[in-house]
């Protein structure tokens, strides 16, 4: 199929996702025909504000205390039924200042059901319930004892809201930032070979790594006017169309056009599937608060950071004031995913899409940077194109690269340019001017998109030095000089626009979290002065127990009632948060030995082995708080390096080793991370259900696909 029909179905998959978006959803009674007991001036029907008409239909039921005067009092007893994992119910009224409560019926507990106040208009809440009472036989209780102002409360029954509307407006933006993206990213490629020579496994993270390079100018000029950065935004889009049709074929070489179209096809799987798993339960909550809630729960706020800068920047508000998220400045996180955001919003609003949801969906294909990034290293360490692919399929599967994906920190992102630099860096015999510049732009890149990548580079730093004295200080000067170049921006930013930009420096290396005026190195000083050597030491000491604690058992557990335990482990703890992966430890000795023949494998295992290792020892050394060192506050470079090492490990154990790696880990993404959370559950909708098997089965086809024998060489 030709570029231009790929184009055209993409267009009209938009139109039709973006419709259905906009079908009001079908409300239906949870329980029907549940009894209903009234007292006092509650009244069914009729008893609120006559404000915003009720809307819905028949046959779910409502009441209300108002019924005509906020002085009026009453109550209302639902039940008794069988509790899910949520209850959701429209509320209208002034909930907080009444009881609303489940009770159960066996013991009398209550459960205060926490509800926001509404007004004189309806709004539909979901609200988890606790585990222990899922499935239990429970009543609702509604009781207004007060009057005044505000004295009054509506509900409905218990409802289902049957609609798939979220999963198509994720859709329909999903689609919208695919085709734009994609643009991009050919026309990239297409320019990619007259810029740097690479590996043709290498050319789609460094295709990317020019996206994201436009998208770091594209918050530049946002930041100068809103018109400027709208006009830069669509010049560069239609430049993208142009090179494509003056080209034609992106890119041309045969290797790397297979390279290119492994990543494409992994790309468009992986992001459907996780969008489809994501919207498996209904939820009212907003894109960014879902993603923080679907496989854990309460995750920070962090996700819509970059999102909060880039509406202000859309907005041509100052970046000043007021501080987001409270006290978070803009000079605390950096811009690249907020660039990211602003190559595809201009044109997203013009279309009337939700920017929320656009700029989560355009985020997602940001973090998902790692899929070329694990591909280039896989190669790199031996493995055929087929099967990197894969065992990039069965990584997708894992809890790491599923929730650090859709949960959109850019911290995947960071760790997919760092490893970049590594690999051009460090794995050619002879490095090239070119290339090594190559690598210090995506140095540049990643600490522009997350500065925990710094623990990675400082592990670099001591072979940079020797290697500039065994005479390539030239070259290193060069690429010094253009991470300098890319990163001046950002740090006159946070020196003279809005300072200290120093918040999360201070955080991992101090310990100080709370805002406070004093300087990085005055506050080392001063919080180092507090503890004694032997403090000192038990933090260390207890950074690096963190690597290696973890129920281990759990990863053989497949109750629903530990799944936040085992999703707890895989968060926090680095080992454990390698699932079935770490079992090729046992592997590594025969591993070697099977590469022992070519010099160039042995030594690109032993460096992303050393680079890893010496990564984690830094971070550890360098983390002031006590048992501090998870998974979230380091340098993901390392965790995508030890899947990478693992991966390449088990490979060499056997063509099948992938496909039992993939069964085991496929058990526990069903048990473990394919289940409601606390937060959002329920029963699965039947839409996205279909849809997240049939993403999972094309997940599944790659793993296959790649344990067909290689074929035999032809003879000459």
Same mark, same amino acid.
């Given at each position: 199929?030709?570029?231009?029909r ?6 009209? *998959?938009?139109?039709v ?18 009894t209903?007991?009234?007292e006092?001036?509650v /009244?069914?029907g ?8 009720y809307? @819905? ?9 108002w019924?005509? %005067? ?7 007893v639902?039940?008794?039924?069988r509790?899910a ?9 002034y ?6 409560y489940?009770?159960r ?7 205060a ?7 004189? /208009?309806w ?7 606790p ?10 209780h509604?009781?207004? /004892? ?7 409360i ?15 407006t994720?859709?329909a933006t999903?689609?919208?930032? =695919? ?11 297409a *320019? ?5 020579d690479?590996?043709a ?8 790594a020019?996206?994201?390079?436009a998208a770091?100018?594209?918050f530049?000029a946002f930041?100068?006017h809103?018109l400027?950065?709208?006009?830069f935004?669509y ?6 169309i ?5 080209i034609r074929k992106?890119p ?7 390279a290119?179209r ?11 599937f ?9 939820s009212?909550?907003d ?14 706020s ?17 970046m !000043?004031?007021?501080p987001?998220?409270? %006290? ?11 660039g990211?955001?602003l190559?595809?919003?201009p ?7 939700d920017p929320?949801?656009a700029s ?5 294909w940001?973090?998902l940077?790692w $899929?070329?990034?694990?591909?280039g290293?896989l190669?790199?360490?031996?493995l055929?194109?087929v099967?990197?692919?894969g ?7 894992t ?11 850019p911290k995947l992102?960071?760790?997919a ?7 051009l ?6 490095? =090239?001017?070119?290339s090594?510049?190559? #690598? ?8 522009l998109?997350h #500065?925990?990548?710094a ?7 001591p ?9 390539e200080w ?5 690429? +010094?000089?253009?991470?300098?170049v890319?990163?001046?921006p950002? $740090?006159a930013?946070? !020196?003279?626009?809005e300072?200290?930009g120093?918040?999360?420096? /201070?955080?991992?290396l101090? +310990? ?7 300087g990085?190195g ?8 507090k503890?004694?050597?032997?403090e000192?030491?038990a933090?260390r ?8 604690? +973890?129920?281990?058992?759990s990863?053989f557990d497949? %109750?629903f ?8 482990a ?5 080992? !454990?948060?390698?699932?079935w992966?770490?079992f090729?430890l ?9 590469? !022992?023949?070519?010099?160039?494998l042995?030594?690109g295992?032993?460096?992303?082995? *050393?680079?890893t290792v010496?990564?984690? $020892? ?9 048992? %501090?060192?998870y998974v979230?506050?380091g340098?993901?470079a ?8 693992l ?5 060499r154990a +056997?063509?099948?080793a ?12 069903? @048990? ?8 959002v559950g ?11 098997i049939a993403?999972?089965?094309a ?5 296959v696909?790649a ?10």
């Open positions: 199929m030709s570029l231009t790929y184009l055209f179905l993409a267009v009209v *998959l938009g139109v996702f973006h419709f259905a978006s906009r079908v009001p959803p079908r409300l239906v009674p949870a329980h029907p025909e549940l209903a007991r009234t006092g001036e /009244k069914e009729s008893g609120w504000y006559p404000g915003k008409p809307v @819905t239909t028949a046959p779910v039921r409502a009441w209300g205390s019924a005509g %005067s906020d002085d009026n009092t009453g109550s209302l639902l039940g008794p039924f509790i994992s949520h209850l959701c119910i429209g509320v209208s009224g909930p907080s200042l009444h009881e609303v489940l009770e019926v066996a013991t009398r507990e209550r459960y059901v926490p509800l926001g106040n509404v007004g004189e /208009k709004e539909f809440q979901d609200r988890p319930v585990l222990e009472w899922r499935g239990e036989l429970v009543t609702l509604a009781i207004d /004892k007060v009057g005044g102002p505000g004295g009054w509506g509900l409905t029954e218990p409802i289902h809201r049957d609609t798939l509307a979220p999963l198509f994720s859709l999903w689609v919208l930032n =695919t085709v734009l993206l994609a643009l991009l990213w050919f026309a990239a490629a *320019l990619l070979p007259r810029l740097v690479l590996p496994p290498w050319q789609p993270l460094a295709a990317t020019l996206v994201a390079f770091y100018l594209a530049w930041f100068a809103v400027l950065g709208k006009v935004t010049a560069l889009l239609l430049g993208a142009v090179v494509l049709i003056r992106t041309q070489a045969a290797e790397s056009s297979r290119f492994d990543i494409a096809r992994l790309g468009l799987v992986v992001s459907f996780y969008l489809a798993l994501l919207h498996l339960f209904p009212s909550l894109f960014y608060s879902l993603a923080a809630n679907r496989f854990r729960h309460t995750l920070p962090d996700n819509y950071l970059p999102y909060a800068n880039t509406t202000r920047l859309m907005a041509g508000e100052s !000043r004031d007021p987001l998220g409270g %006290s978070w400045l803009s000079s605390d996180r950096p811009p690249l995913q907020s990211w955001q190559l595809t919003l044109v997203s609003s013009a279309l009337s899409l929320v949801v989560g969906t355009s985020s997602i940001f973090q940077a $899929i070329p990034a694990v591909y290293l190669h790199a360490l031996g055929s194109a099967r990197s692919v065992w990039i399929a069965a990584l997708a599967f809890g790491f690269f599923l929730q650090n994906s859709v949960f959109t920190w992102s960071a760790a340019f760092a490893c970049g630099a590594f690999a860096w460090v794995f050619p015999r002879e490095r =090239t001017l070119r090594m510049l190559a #690598g210090a732009a995506l140095a540049a890149l990643a600490w998109s #500065g925990g990548v623990f990675s580079f400082l592990a670099l730093f072979w940079i030095l020797w290697r500039m004295a065994r005479g030239r070259p290193w000067l060069a690429a +010094g000089v253009v991470f300098f890319l990163a001046a950002w $740090i930013y946070q !020196r003279f626009y300072p200290p120093n918040r999360l420096l /201070k955080w991992h101090a +310990g100080q979290m709370d805002v406070d005026p004093r990085l005055q506050t080392l000083r001063e919080n180092y002065a503890l004694t050597w032997s000192i030491l933090n000491r207890s950074n690096f127990e963190q690597q290696v604690i +973890g129920d281990w058992r990863l497949v %109750s009632r530990e799944i936040v335990t085992r999703r707890n895989e968060f926090f703890h680095p080992a !454990r948060a390698l699932a992966w770490a090729a046992l592997l590594a000795p025969f591993a070697i030995w099977r590469i !022992r023949s070519s010099d160039t042995v030594r295992h032993a460096s992303l082995l *050393l680079w010496v990564t984690v $020892i830094v971070w550890c050394l360098l983390m002031f708080l006590p048992a %501090s060192a979230h506050q340098s993901y390392t965790m995508m390096g030890a899947f990478v090492l991966s390449a490990w088990f490979d +056997g063509r099948f992938l496909l039992v790696v993939a069964l085991f880990q496929l058990a526990t993404f069903l @048990t473990t991370w394919a289940p409601a959370s606390p937060i329920g029963d699965p909708q039947s839409l996205p259900f279909v849809l997240t993403g999972g089965a997940l599944f086809a790659f793993i696909a344990l067909r024998p290689p074929p035999a060489p032809v003879p000459a």
